[in-house]
């Protein structure tokens, strides 16, 4: 599928903030040219005038390992068949990665790409990092969280002189945030925002895309699941923290900026998940955020800034 | 009008027309449109519908309609959670399945209140359809699918609702002789082993008078290991001892088939919440599928009193 600054986004539902791309999905293993089980959450950056895509892709023996996407000539997404990073076999890694590498996040800062992803190990999930700044080669940093920590996502900035992380530790299932001077040793935890009881993300959230440098604070993209007896039903919100002082939230959106509703949201492997794991702006100033759907297919939805800042500070009284 | 697909799956006939209203028809932000209940008014059918809103919690709305078919939703909801008062903590997590019953021409609602202990029944009275006065909360926690008979039954008011004891989720009735105190509880029917309602059962439609008993229409739940089945089954009870099951449909007469009942937030849902019978028998059963849309499903009543069972 072709995406570029002509494609058109329509608004098929009222219901939604984030206007879905006409031509979605994206991405879904039919494009591909390699065989492969399912095609998941894409970690999105702007490198040399393209967008590329880290996709997380799991492969038919049930490992996931993640693969680089980039436009060919016509504007269409190919995946390279050789995994970008796939998990390791070096003794030192090798445990906490032997089911698989996934969900990427990708931050610029301070001149490198730096890539966030989950390595999942015989003990769990560990948030894994890693740097390059070519996109060809890719340097292992090393584990940077405790098990059952996923959905880590670096700021694009130093706060207060120290390097912080997004992310989401097992117990409580809230996003917290972490701080670190050297990107190898991390501490200072704190919780930023946890599930809310009676809402659409009443029990797990996670950062989605890399935190994203406003006038307001910094925004942040998220995952919020809601459980219900047939499974949960995952959507994409928004939420507005200070920029000095990121535990304090300036808005949160009462209702979800995106819902499954499409068939290729509600039907894949996992269903009812829309789930976002990157955002880049568009020449024309909006925000095109990129989302895996069912944790089947990629998927691009885009919205102004305006709506979703708007949607952060004023919707207390939706119903 | 209704679809022509050869019969043998489904008793009742869906509406060609189907889903009949979507959350597309909401003229409000919303997430989803589900489970409506119908009444016959002088102005047409009216349907009171549970809408889920984005923020997570759920509301009624008005929905309004010549034929019984094709509808049009009220500029804004019609009944809110209770933001003050003895009802707001019990209806914190918003306000679900709204059944109407019409008792000597006066309109109640029984509805769920979901708040942070649990689900309970709750009872409201209305004289427009616009404008809602709650009665009381009529159940304990753990309680919900409350329908009040259409008439009292000797002497007594009298509801069907769906305690949930020992995990085991089966309909009940209790009485009442002023519509706020309840008691003399005795259970209806159960789930049953190796059936398509072995996991749980509720009421769905508010009880109809026939010359062979009540016929209530009620939802059937099995659990499988890609979550839960809701078909759409029939009992018949005595008509002055409700508790007593005359006989019960041994098969579901709707069950989840079209995309619009298998696709959704809760996918594989048939629940029904009301029906419309015409002086000549036939029916209109209105339904929420996958907890996403709302539905019309057809049958005349002598088809299910002969078939059904």
Same mark, same amino acid.
């Given at each position: 599928?072709?995406?570029?600054?002509?494609?058109?986004?329509? /608004?098929?539902?009222?219901?939604?903030?984030?206007?879905?791309?006409?031509?979605?999905?994206?991405?879904?293993?039919?494009?591909?040219?390699?065989?492969?089980?399912?095609?998941?959450?894409?970690?999105?950056?702007?490198?040399?005038?393209?967008?590329?895509?880290?996709?997380?892709?799991?492969?038919?023996?049930?490992?996931?390992?993640?693969?680089?996407?980039?436009?060919?000539?016509?504007?269409?997404?190919?995946?390279?068949?050789?995994?970008?990073?796939?998990?390791?076999?070096?003794? /030192?890694? *090798?445990?906490?990665?032997?089911?698989?590498?996934?969900?990427?996040?990708?931050?610029?800062?301070?001149?490198?790409?730096?890539?966030?992803?989950?390595?999942?190990?015989?003990?769990?999930?560990?948030?894994?990092?890693?740097?390059?700044? @070519?996109?060809?080669?890719?340097?292992?940093?090393?584990?940077?969280?405790?098990?059952?920590? *996923?959905?880590?996502?670096?700021?694009?900035?130093?706060? /207060?002189?120290?390097?912080?992380?997004?992310?989401?530790?097992?117990?409580?299932?809230?996003?917290?945030?972490?701080?670190?001077?050297?990107?190898?040793?991390?501490?200072?935890?704190?919780?930023?925002?946890?599930?809310? @009881?009676?809402?659409?993300?009443?029990?797990?959230?996670?950062?989605?895309?890399?935190?994203?440098?406003? @006038?307001?604070?910094?925004?942040?993209?998220?995952?919020?699941?809601?459980?219900?007896?047939?499974?949960?039903?995952?959507?994409?919100?928004?939420?507005?923290?200070?920029?000095?002082?990121?535990?304090?939230?300036?808005?949160?959106?009462?209702?979800?900026?995106?819902?499954?509703?499409?068939?290729?949201?509600?039907?894949?492997?996992?269903?009812?998940?829309?789930?976002?794991?990157?955002?880049?702006?568009?020449?024309?100033? @909006?925000?095109?955020?990129?989302?895996?759907?069912?944790?089947?297919?990629?998927?691009?939805?885009?919205?102004?800034?305006?709506?979703?800042? *708007?949607?952060?500070?004023?919707?207390?009284?939706?119903? | 009008?209704?679809?022509?697909?050869?019969?043998?799956?489904?008793?009742?006939?869906?509406?060609?027309?189907?889903?009949?209203?979507?959350?597309?028809?909401?003229?409000?932000? %919303?997430?989803?449109?589900?489970?409506?209940?119908?009444?016959?008014?002088?102005?047409?059918?009216?349907?009171?519908?549970?809408?889920?809103?984005?923020?997570?919690?759920?509301?009624?709305?008005?929905?309004?309609?010549?034929?019984?078919?094709?509808?049009?939703?009220?500029?804004?909801?019609?009944?809110?959670?209770?933001?003050?008062?003895?009802?707001?903590?019990?209806?914190?997590?918003?306000?679900?399945?709204?059944?109407?019953?019409?008792?000597?021409?006066?309109?109640?609602?029984?509805?769920?209140?979901?708040?942070?202990?649990?689900?309970?029944? %709750?009872?409201?009275?209305?004289?427009?359809?616009?404008?809602?006065?709650?009665? %009381?909360?009529?159940?304990?926690?753990?309680?919900?699918?409350?329908?009040?008979?259409?008439?009292?039954?000797? +002497?007594?008011?009298?509801?069907?609702?769906?305690?949930?004891?020992?995990?085991? +989720?089966?309909?009940?009735?209790?009485?009442?002789?002023?519509?706020?105190?309840?008691?003399?509880?005795?259970?209806?029917?159960?789930?049953?082993?190796?059936?398509?309602?072995?996991?749980?059962?509720?009421?769905?439609?508010?009880?109809?008078?026939?010359?062979?008993?009540?016929?209530?229409?009620?939802?059937?739940?099995?659990?499988?290991?890609?979550?839960?089945?809701?078909?759409?089954?029939?009992?018949?009870?005595?008509?002055?001892?409700?508790?007593?099951?005359?006989?019960?449909?041994?098969?579901?007469?709707?069950?989840?088939?079209?995309?619009?009942?298998?696709?959704?937030?809760? +996918?594989?849902?048939?629940?029904?919440? +009301? %029906?419309?019978?015409?002086?000549?028998?036939?029916?209109?059963?209105?339904?929420?599928?996958?907890?996403?849309?709302?539905?019309?499903?057809?049958?005349?009543?002598?088809?299910?009193?002969?078939?059904?069972?």
């Amino acid at each position: 599928m072709a995406v570029t600054m002509r494609s058109r986004f329509v /608004k098929r539902h009222n219901q939604d903030i984030v206007y879905r791309w006409e031509g979605n999905p994206l991405i879904n293993i039919y494009d591909l040219s390699f065989k492969c089980s399912n095609i998941h959450n894409a970690g999105t950056v702007f490198f040399k005038d393209e967008i590329l895509l880290l996709i997380t892709i799991e492969h038919l023996s049930g490992q996931c390992s993640i693969h680089l996407a980039r436009q060919d000539a016509n504007g269409y997404y190919q995946v390279e068949p050789n995994p970008f990073l796939s998990p390791s076999t070096e003794s /030192k890694y *090798k445990q906490h990665e032997s089911h698989g590498v996934s969900d990427a996040r990708v931050t610029f800062l301070e001149g490198m790409f730096y890539i966030m992803y989950n390595a999942f190990g015989d003990h769990g999930y560990r948030l894994g990092l890693a740097k390059t700044g @070519d996109f060809q080669s890719v340097e292992r940093m090393g584990f940077i969280s405790e098990p059952d920590t *996923k959905a880590g996502a670096l700021f694009p900035a130093r706060i /207060k002189g120290r390097y912080a992380r997004l992310e989401r530790p097992g117990h409580g299932s809230s996003i917290w945030i972490t701080y670190s001077d050297d990107l190898v040793y991390w501490g200072s935890s704190e919780i930023v925002i946890s599930p809310r @009881d009676g809402f659409w993300d009443a029990n797990r959230i996670g950062t989605g895309a890399p935190p994203i440098e406003i @006038d307001e604070g910094w925004l942040v993209i998220y995952y919020g699941i809601k459980d219900t007896s047939a499974g949960p039903i995952c959507r994409m919100g928004a939420v507005i923290l200070d920029k000095q002082e990121p535990t304090n939230v300036i808005g949160r959106s009462n209702i979800p900026i995106l819902s499954p509703r499409e068939n290729y949201e509600r039907i894949g492997d996992l269903s009812n998940i829309v789930f976002p794991t990157g955002a880049v702006t568009g020449s024309n100033g @909006d925000l095109n955020i990129f989302y895996g759907a069912s944790n089947s297919c990629i998927c691009v939805g885009t919205s102004t800034f305006e709506q979703i800042i *708007k949607n952060c500070i004023e919707s207390q009284e939706e119903y | 009008m209704i679809n022509t697909r050869p019969r043998g799956l489904d008793l009742l006939q869906r509406w060609e027309g189907n889903p009949a209203l979507t959350v597309e028809d909401v003229p409000f932000r %919303a997430n989803t449109v589900f489970n409506g209940s119908p009444v016959v008014t002088e102005d047409g059918v009216y349907l009171l519908l549970r809408i889920e809103g984005q923020r997570g919690y759920s509301y009624f709305a008005l929905a309004r309609s010549q034929d019984g078919l094709h509808f049009t939703i009220d500029e804004k909801p019609v009944m809110l959670p209770a933001n003050e008062g003895n009802f707001a903590i019990y209806e914190e997590k918003g306000i679900e399945d709204p059944r109407i019953t019409v008792i000597d021409g006066v309109c109640y609602v029984m509805y769920t209140a979901v708040g942070g202990y649990g689900p309970r029944i %709750a009872l409201a009275k209305t004289h427009d359809y616009v404008n809602y006065e709650r009665i %009381a909360l009529v159940s304990e926690p753990g309680n919900k699918d409350g329908i009040l008979f259409p008439q009292k039954i000797n +002497g007594r008011y009298a509801r069907l609702d769906r305690p949930i004891g020992l995990d085991r +989720g089966s309909i009940w009735i209790s009485y009442s002789p002023d519509l706020v105190n309840w008691g003399d509880s005795q259970v209806v029917i159960t789930p049953r082993s190796g059936y398509w309602d072995e996991f749980r059962v509720g009421a769905s439609v508010t009880p109809i008078e026939t010359d062979q008993g009540w016929l209530e229409i009620y939802h059937g739940v099995k659990m499988t290991s890609a979550g839960p089945i809701y078909r759409i089954g029939v009992v018949l009870l005595d008509m002055e001892d409700p508790s007593q099951v005359i006989k019960r449909g041994d098969q579901p007469i709707l069950s989840p088939r079209e995309e619009y009942e298998r696709i959704g937030d809760i +996918g594989n849902v048939c629940f029904a919440c +009301g %029906a419309v019978i015409s002086d000549n028998g036939e029916m209109k059963i209105y339904y929420g599928a996958a907890d996403t849309s709302i539905c019309i499903a057809m049958c005349t009543l002598n088809q299910i009193l002969k078939e059904g069972f």
